[in-house]
């Protein structure tokens, strides 16, 4: 039996080079080989997770089945691999000091002065080596760049497992970038030497630099980047930017890198079967139809903030083979008045979110969606916001609202439930004045879908599982209130106690669910979801497109 496989990628010279990305590509392309793979990313950040931090700082978070709050780069990886990630697969400097301080507290160190080595690295260590069963390789993703003060215990951690697990059983691979000077019409590799020499200064040798270019390297290039970096002509791959961030595992492929992965860690593996990537850049990219989105957000300045929804809505159009044009729309100016924005096109997203910034925009969009009979999907707050809309103007339920926003509210439609039973079966209480962080419904679900729903046409099957991260639920004492104005049901939880998905009668396609659905969707598996919601703007396109033949006739 093979002893499982170490990669650790680091990043260098600048952060947003793509770790996440080559990480998620490279165990893409492990996976074509036949091999099991599980993927990590350690988080050098001193926050225990990324739950209570601003989008614009940190982008999404990204929440797992078992309900941990991640980094987003968890989504990269379970949208390019079959691996499914769990807390194990996320953790954070923050994490490691509270584990280490707790048992110091226990007297488990047995008085001992408790130090950032052996004591933290070796709780680092413990957490890489936690994997599962039948895995082949793991790959660690070091957040962070190479020199800052924060990443030194997880580099030093990585630096001892290379001897704790010997040269044929551990790989590094170093992102790094080098730059185009427009002005000297050059490529300079003096960033990139840089980089490696802080590395190298504290314990550690690449095996394999990935250079994050502009255009191709080439060979002198790649020669004397080898010279320099003390690695092998052939461990130099040119990181290439890319049209479409699934061409990244053809563009590692072509360049040699999975090969070269295999050799140095001399493992068997089959021929690489790359023909879905194939079949996926191949619809992207010639695509037979397009359709208009809009996303009525207020993190729209930051696209990183809805990069789960980005992928989603692309994969949306991949079952349709149609280009998904998203339209990213201020929920802040919709409450000026003017739903200019939204006018022409042919589906209408609110996703989730927090605080009441820009609430009445995004109930401004979804009345006129409702209204107008434009396809709409509502995520999380977008499902809590699309009860209040049809209570306050189907319902008659004036200045009803969700209690996070207004307390006073005469018509609590969305409150927040004090006491309930977590996924884990534990009765967790909470009010307005608990830590934010931590104290939602996270994780998997269970949801019973009603027969002949656009849900139950969508998903094909009664009983599904999807992810959450919401602290606030609809009322179901105003249950047969918006039922009679056309509200349905569609999705609830077994005990019928939690509303999970909400239709609107005589509507062309209106859904909303109180979940997060794209967390589990893929390029190669699109969720269920967003490819009917697709659908259906693509039929209401093909609605508009004839009505402005007729006015032009006429």
Not at 121 to 132: A, G, Q, S
Not at 526 to 540: G, M, Y
């Amino acid at each position: 039996m093979m002893r499982q496989k170490f990669i650790f990628v680091t990043g260098g010279v600048v952060s947003s080079l793509g770790k996440g990305l080559a990480s998620a590509s490279i165990g893409a392309l492990l996976e074509s080989r036949g091999l099991n793979i599980m993927i990590k990313k350690l988080d050098p950040y001193i926050n225990v997770d990324p739950g209570t931090m601003n989008p614009f700082q940190h982008g999404e978070v990204y929440v797992t089945d078992d309900g941990a709050e991640t980094d987003l780069d968890l989504g990269h990886y379970e949208r390019f691999t079959n691996a499914v990630v769990s807390r194990r697969c996320n953790f954070t400097t923050g994490q490691v000091y509270d584990t280490v301080l707790s048992k110091e507290r226990k007297g488990e160190y047995l008085g001992g002065t408790v130090q950032v080595i052996p004591h933290i690295t070796d709780e680092i260590k413990r957490r890489i080596l936690d994997v599962d069963d039948g895995v082949d390789v793991v790959l660690v993703e070091i957040g962070g760049t190479v020199g800052d003060i924060e990443s030194l215990p997880f580099l030093e951690a990585i630096r001892q497992l290379r001897n704790d697990l010997g040269k044929e059983n551990s790989l590094f691979i170093h992102l790094t970038l080098v730059p185009f000077i427009k002005t000297a019409d050059e490529m300079k590799t003096k960033p990139t030497q840089h980089s490696v020499n802080e590395l190298r200064r504290i314990g550690i040798q690449p095996d394999i630099l990935l250079c994050r270019t502009e255009r191709a390297l080439s060979q002198g290039l790649k020669d004397k980047i080898a010279l320099f970096c003390n690695v092998e002509k052939d461990a130099v791959i040119t990181a290439r930017d890319v049209e479409v961030i699934y061409e990244v595992p053809l563009l590692f492929h072509n360049e040699g890198l999975d090969d070269k992965i295999t050799k140095l860690l001399n493992i068997w593996a089959k021929k690489p079967d790359l023909s879905k990537w194939d079949n996926i850049i191949e619809t992207i990219k010639n695509p037979k139809r397009q359709v208009d989105i809009a996303l009525v957000g207020k993190y729209v300045r930051l696209k990183d903030s809805y990069k789960s929804l980005n992928e989603a809505l692309v994969h949306g159009g991949i079952a349709n083979n149609c280009k998904v044009n998203i339209h990213y729309i201020d929920s802040e100016d919709l409450e000026r008045g003017s739903n200019a924005g939204l006018q022409g096109v042919d589906g209408i997203l609110v996703p989730g979110g927090f605080g009441d910034r820009g609430i009445e925009g995004k109930i401004n969009a979804i009345r006129f969606s409702r209204e107008k009979k434009i396809p709409y999907l509502g995520l999380c707050l977008g499902m809590q916001l699309a009860v209040i809309e049809i209570g306050r103007h189907k319902a008659g339920c004036e200045g009803a609202h969700s209690c996070e926003f207004d307390e006073n509210t005469p018509y609590p439609i969305i409150y927040l439930i004090e006491e309930w039973v977590d996924r884990d079966n534990k009765v967790q209480k909470r009010d307005k004045f608990s830590d934010k962080g931590g104290t939602m419904r996270l994780g998997a679900y269970p949801c019973k879908i009603a027969q002949g729903s656009l849900a139950f046409k969508a998903y094909g099957q009664e009983m599904i599982h999807e992810r959450h991260r919401h602290r606030y639920e609809f009322n179901m004492e105003f249950r047969n209130r918006l039922e009679k104005c056309g509200m349905v049901i569609s999705g609830i939880s077994p005990d019928g106690k939690l509303v999970e998905i909400i239709e609107f009668k005589n509507h062309p396609w209106f859904l909303a669910c109180q979940f997060h659905p794209e967390f589990k969707s893929k390029p190669f598996k699109p969720h269920p979801l967003f490819r009917d919601f697709i659908r259906a703007s693509l039929k209401q396109r093909q609605e508009n497109n004839r009505n402005a033949k007729k006015n032009r006739h006429t």
